[in-house]
T-cell receptor, first 114, second 114 residues
Framework: KAGVTQTPRYLIKTRGQQVTLSCSPISGHRSVSWYQQTPGQGLQFLFEYFSETQRNKGNFPGRFSGRQFSNSRSEMNVSTLELGDSALYLC?????????????FGPGTRLLVL | AQSVSQHNHHVILSEAASLELGCNYSYGGTVNLFWYVQYPGQHLQLLLKYFSGDPLVKGIKGFEAEFIKSKFSFNLRKPSVQWSDTAEYFCAVNAQRSQGNLIFGKGTKLSVKP
């Protein structure tokens, strides 16, 4: 079974631009979570989607948004990019929206904001 | 606020040495506990998890962890490390109220000298 895939793998943007990252969960998985990983802050939860609805949100500004499609694929969008948004963005999928489920991570999208 | 603490930022060991990485969490309710590993250039992979039952959990590649509820700890152990264990290790907690949201520790980098 294919793992979580994320596109693109690498991205360079400039301040003020916006970016959209894509995540395809493991086949059959319906819950998708997004995390930001930086050297200073570590792994921080962004948001989680299940059945096309945002179920949980971390402490990030409104510039960070996401959505989930009927096929469980998810996108996250960052508008008005800032230098501090440079990070590895990780997507994780699980079978259901439940704390009993294990999350499986994708390889991430590395975003560099210049 | 819930938090996860990993006591060691960087651990350097020689091959065949024993490993113990500390992890403490702050949430007092029911929790699920995870250890993930990130090998150089690879994505986060699940090492082991604890949901309930036997507090001594065995994972892949000879790793094990012990959940001590009274100490709010979930330490990772391996009797004899190998050079291939060089990686960054993350402890994560999924608390009862957070559904799928994982709270990660800052990670511990393990360097194993051949």
């Amino acid at each position: 079974k294919a793992g979580v895939t994320q596109t693109p793998r690498y991205l360079i943007k400039t301040r003020g631009q916006q970016v959209t990252l894509s995540c395809s969960p493991i086949s059959g998985h319906r819950s998708v979570s997004w995390y930001q990983q930086t050297p200073g802050q570590g792994l921080q939860f962004l948001f989680e989607y299940f059945s096309e609805t945002q179920r949980n949100k971390g402490n990030f500004p409104g510039r960070f948004s996401g959505r989930q499609f009927s096929n469980s694929r998810s996108e996250m969008n960052v508008s008005t990019l800032e230098l501090g948004d440079s990070a590895l963005y990780l997507c994780a999928s699980s079978l259901r929206w439940s704390r009993e489920e294990t999350q499986y991570f994708g390889p991430g999208t590395r975003l560099l904001v210049l | 606020a819930q938090s996860v603490s990993q006591h060691n930022h960087h651990v350097i060991l020689s091959e065949a040495a024993s490993l113990e990485l500390g992890c403490n969490y702050s949430y007092g309710g029911t929790v699920n506990l995870f250890w993930y590993v990130q090998y150089p250039g690879q994505h986060l992979q699940l090492l082991l998890k604890y949901f309930s039952g036997d507090p001594l959990v065995k994972g892949i590649k000879g790793f094990e962890a012990e959940f001590i509820k009274s100490k709010f700890s979930f330490n990772l152990r391996k009797p004899s490390v190998q050079w291939s264990d060089t990686a960054e290790y993350f402890c994560a907690v999924n608390a009862q109220r957070s559904q799928g949201n994982l709270i990660f520790g800052k990670g511990t980098k393990l360097s194993v000298k051949p």
